[in-house]
């Protein structure tokens, strides 16, 4: 079936630094999609992008949607201590909605 | 506004039982999809439903079933609990079936089989 190759599975970096994370698959998804979960919560949508090619910020976050389709990359800028937690990348190839999402990268952030 | 809102938020069964859990869209939304994430994975996707009606169901086994009420509000069944069930199961609800709809997600049921 479908998958999301997402690594390392955890990060550490120093408050203030910057940090990108890929997520590639075999195959073509449509829309990528990447959630941050924070424990005990489900996962919330932080960039949605729709376009091959589309490079879309939200504050200190930027995503791109890769050219062939089956990649994509999220940059997270100056992080700070709140940017801790699990990021998914997930994929939607069809007319429905179903999510395909990778295992998640483990971001931790040293003061 | 509320959000999605799941119910029970734990829940502790034992092999065999079954177990129903319930999620409440957000207002106006009419689709509700399942998810199921074992811990140290991403969430894996069961059922979506749209006006009441299943319109995609992932891999998993004949136990596993969900419904949708007028409402829109939906439960996922499980039957004869396998160890392997022990997840957190998360509902995402969204206004439409289409792809490019935002989905939202509930904080989820942990369910623990004993």
């Given at each position: 079936?479908?998958q999301?190759n997402?690594?390392?599975q955890?990060?550490f970096i120093?408050?203030?630094?910057?940090?990108s994370?890929?997520?590639?698959?075999?195959?073509i998804?449509?829309?990528?999609?990447?959630y941050?979960?924070?424990?005990?919560?489900?996962?919330?949508?932080l960039i949605?992008?729709?376009?091959?090619?589309e490079l879309?910020?939200?504050?200190?976050?930027?995503?791109?949607?890769?050219?062939?389709?089956?990649?994509?990359f999220?940059?997270?800028?100056a992080?700070?201590p709140?940017d801790?937690g699990?990021?998914?990348?997930?994929?939607?190839?069809?007319?429905?909605?179903?999510?395909?999402?990778?295992?998640?990268i483990?971001?931790?952030v040293?003061? | 506004?509320?959000?999605v809102?799941?119910?029970?938020?734990?829940?502790?069964?034992?092999r065999?039982?079954?177990?129903?859990?319930?999620?409440?869209?957000?207002s106006g939304?009419?689709s509700?999809?399942?998810?199921?994430q074992v811990?140290g994975?991403g969430?894996?996707f069961?059922?979506q439903?749209?006006?009441?009606?299943?319109?995609g169901?992932?891999?998993?086994?004949?136990?596993?079933?969900?419904?949708?009420?007028?409402?829109?509000?939906?439960?996922?069944?499980?039957?004869?609990?396998?160890?392997?069930?022990?997840?957190?199961?998360?509902?995402?609800?969204?206004?439409?079936?289409?792809?490019t709809?935002?989905?939202?997600?509930?904080?989820?049921?942990?369910?623990?089989?004993?």
């Amino acid at each position: 079936g479908q998958q999301l190759n997402q690594s390392p599975q955890s990060m550490f970096i120093q408050e203030g630094e910057d940090v990108s994370m890929n997520c590639t698959s075999s195959s073509i998804f449509n829309t990528w999609l990447w959630y941050k979960q924070e424990p005990g919560e489900g996962p919330v949508l932080l960039i949605a992008l729709y376009k091959a090619g589309e490079l879309t910020s939200n504050g200190r976050l930027t995503a791109q949607f890769g050219i062939t389709r089956k990649d994509s990359f999220l940059n997270i800028s100056a992080s700070i201590p709140s940017d801790v937690g699990i990021y998914f990348c997930a994929g939607v190839t069809g007319a429905n909605s179903k999510l395909t999402f990778g295992k998640g990268i483990t971001l931790s952030v040293r003061p | 506004d509320a959000g999605v809102t799941q119910s029970p938020t734990h829940l502790i069964k034992t092999r065999g039982q079954h177990v129903t859990l319930r999620c409440s869209p957000i207002s106006g939304h009419k689709s509700v999809s399942w998810y199921q994430q074992v811990l140290g994975q991403g969430p894996q996707f069961i059922f979506q439903y749209y006006e009441k009606e299943e319109r995609g169901r992932g891999n998993f086994p004949d136990r596993f079933s969900a419904r949708q009420f007028p409402n829109y509000s939906s439960e996922l069944n499980v039957n004869a609990l396998l160890l392997g069930d022990s997840a957190l199961y998360l509902c995402a609800s969204s206004l439409a079936e289409i792809s490019t709809d935002t989905q939202y997600f509930g904080p989820g049921t942990r369910l623990t089989v004993l």
